[in-house]
């Protein structure tokens, strides 16, 4: 039998003062619906529906952008990855919002090995398209580059 794991997308107990908590997976969990066939088909506004009832998209982006809580990472398909220093991040019953991040002696938690999404980049060079040996080791690179991706809940 195959073990599945659990992941808490929202923060548990959450102050009174608070209206929508995330972990740091509820806002990787996010990050995984920016892509945009998520957002055009209306997956990530069911899955905010689902998780963070009342909550509308376009106000979240805004609230996450405006706490900078993304820095850039071309890696993955959104340009964008959590800050290492992100605990929990809130939306306030005022609309305002608040960032709780790990204290210096806490440790920073290892990114997932095995990560949904992402991507990877490999150089084409001309001489690559010209010869045949050129196109199987683009293959090769390109081949180099996949590895299987865990499945979302």
Known sequence: MEETMTVQLIPDPLPDDVRWGFTRDGLLNIRHHFHWIA????FARSNLAKHWPGLVWNDLMHALNAAKVWKSDPSHFSGKDLKPQVKEFHILHDGTFRVIRFTDDAPIP???????GGGFTVELRPELLNTSEGRRNLARLILEGLRPRKNPD
């Open 110 to 116: 290892a990114p997932d090995p095995q990560p949904i």
């Open 39 to 42: 957002v055009t088909k209306g």
